[in-house]
């Protein structure tokens, strides 16, 4: 996508102007409100068929996306918030009429769906995040996609130079708090969504952001399911090899518990390990492969191991670390680490 931006990235920038699908629905009416209340102008329409002419939070409603875009002409940007039968319609919808960047919150949408509006946004050149992302943030700017960060973000999200790459929406928003007491702050957060299918992958975030130099480092959140982590791992190496990519990574895989437990669906639809395919153990040694090569990933054991990872690969802090003992661990954590002996 042609950079029209000055501050921010292709999935969220100072010029995104949004239209929010389903914007009357109880979810997408709350989120709307905060996000109004925290980041305001950028929401600028949205659509319920039926409702238009009603307002949400000031944001006008409107009955299709032609008549909001006809009205607001820079919008740019979809968040779809619309029952699962629904998506395709809503996604179909928003790339008819021009928008660009597609962000899917809606869960439990059919695979079979998923699969033809990611193969149709694709060839007009529409790039879609999730289903069931939680959105994204960009501290810098301020501003933010969906509900990311909960009603008061600065909680969490500090300016910085970390990306945070996650198939979770809530370790998204626990990793930035983590890292934030330590002394990093975050340029971006994406929640990409845990789905069979996910429209935008690690590699595809990856790829975008090799040539940023607001990117100090990349902190990957994956699991067991599908090859997304070892298509990341290889994207990675295949950069480094062109000369396009020297940013630390660190990365995190979820579910090794889960190796001799297959067609088990653990938390996200996609996090299942299938006909031996989706191991956490395949993925981690896909990572330690390339950090061997190229000396830039680092693959945490742990989950809160992600800030040793950080740094042991020099990555500066953005501010002053207020933990100076070197011990962090994520809120609300409970972990024994030494009855907890599991080895790679």
Same mark, same amino acid.
């Given at each position: 996508?042609?950079?029209?931006?000055?501050?921010?990235?292709?999935?969220?920038?100072?010029?995104?102007?949004?239209?929010?699908?389903?914007?009357?629905?109880?979810?997408?009416?709350?989120?709307?409100?905060?996000?109004?209340?925290?980041?305001?102008?950028?929401?600028?329409?949205?659509?319920?068929?039926?409702?238009?002419?009603?307002?949400?939070?000031?944001?006008?409603?409107?009955?299709?996306?032609?008549?909001?875009?006809?009205?607001?002409?820079?919008?740019?940007?979809?968040?779809?918030?619309?029952?699962?039968?629904?998506?395709? &319609? !809503?996604?179909?919808?928003?790339? $008819?009429?021009?928008?660009?960047?597609?962000? @899917? %919150?809606?869960?439990? #949408?059919?695979?079979?769906?998923?699969?033809?509006?990611?193969?149709?946004?694709?060839?007009?050149?529409?790039?879609?995040?999730?289903?069931?992302?939680?959105?994204?943030?960009?501290?810098?700017?301020?501003?933010?996609?969906?509900?990311?960060?909960?009603?008061?973000?600065?909680?969490?999200?500090?300016?910085?130079?970390?990306?945070?790459?996650?198939?979770?929406?809530?370790?998204?928003?626990?990793?930035?708090e983590m890292f934030k007491r330590r002394g990093?702050?975050?340029?971006?957060?994406l929640a990409l969504g845990g789905d069979v299918?996910?429209?935008?992958?690690?590699? &595809? !975030?990856?790829?975008?952001?090799? $040539?940023?130099?607001?990117?100090?480092?990349? @902190? %990957?959140?994956?699991? #067991?399911?599908?090859?997304?982590?070892?298509?990341?791992?290889?994207?990675?190496?295949?950069?480094?090899?062109?000369?396009?990519?020297?940013?630390p990574v660190a990365a995190f895989v979820a579910?090794?518990?889960?190796?001799?437990?297959?067609?088990?669906?653990?938390?996200?639809?996609?996090?299942?390990?299938?006909?031996?395919?989706?191991?956490?153990?395949?993925?981690?040694?896909?990572?330690?492969?390339?950090?061997?090569?190229?000396?830039?990933?680092?693959?945490?054991?742990?989950?809160?191991?992600?800030?040793?990872?950080?740094?042991?690969?020099?990555?500066?802090?953005?501010? !002053?670390?207020?933990?100076?003992?070197?011990?962090?661990?994520?809120?609300?954590?409970? %972990?024994?680490?030494?009855?907890?002996?599991?080895?790679?």
């Open positions: 996508m042609e950079r029209t931006w000055n501050t921010g990235t292709v999935y969220l920038n100072d010029q995104t102007k949004i239209i929010v699908m389903g914007i009357t629905g109880r979810e997408a009416s709350q989120v709307v409100s905060e996000s109004e209340a925290l980041y305001p102008g950028f929401i600028l329409a949205g659509v319920t068929p039926g409702k238009g002419g009603s307002q949400v939070a000031g944001v006008p409603v409107y009955n299709t996306v032609k008549e909001a875009l006809s009205k607001h002409p820079s919008i740019n940007t979809g968040i779809v918030y619309v029952p699962p039968a629904s998506v395709k &319609d !809503a996604v179909i919808e928003l790339v $008819d009429a021009g928008i660009k960047v597609i962000f @899917i %919150i809606t869960e439990h #949408v059919p695979i079979r769906d998923t699969v033809y509006f990611y193969h149709y946004a694709k060839e007009r050149g529409v790039i879609i995040v999730g289903p069931t992302s939680l959105g994204c943030i960009v501290p810098r700017i301020p501003a933010r996609i969906g509900a990311i960060g909960g009603k008061d973000p600065s909680i969490a999200y500090a300016d910085g130079g970390l990306v945070i790459l996650s198939k979770s929406g809530g370790l998204t928003t626990t990793t930035a990093w702050g975050v340029y971006m957060a299918i996910s429209c935008t992958t690690f590699a &595809d !975030a990856i790829e975008n952001m090799a $040539d940023d130099p607001n990117v100090k480092a990349v @902190i %990957i959140q994956g699991e #067991v399911g599908g090859s997304y982590e070892e298509e990341a791992a290889q994207t990675i190496l295949r950069l480094w090899e062109k000369g396009r990519w020297n940013k579910g090794r518990f889960q190796e001799g437990l297959e067609g088990v669906s653990f938390g996200h639809a996609g996090a299942i390990v299938e006909r031996g395919k989706g191991k956490a153990t395949d993925k981690i040694r896909a990572f330690n492969e390339v950090g061997k090569i190229t000396g830039l990933v680092k693959v945490a054991e742990f989950y809160h191991d992600l800030v040793h990872c950080i740094e042991e690969l020099g990555v500066p802090r953005d501010f !002053a670390d207020t933990t100076p003992e070197g011990k962090v661990r994520p809120l609300y954590s409970t %972990i024994d680490e030494e009855n907890c002996q599991f080895k790679a």
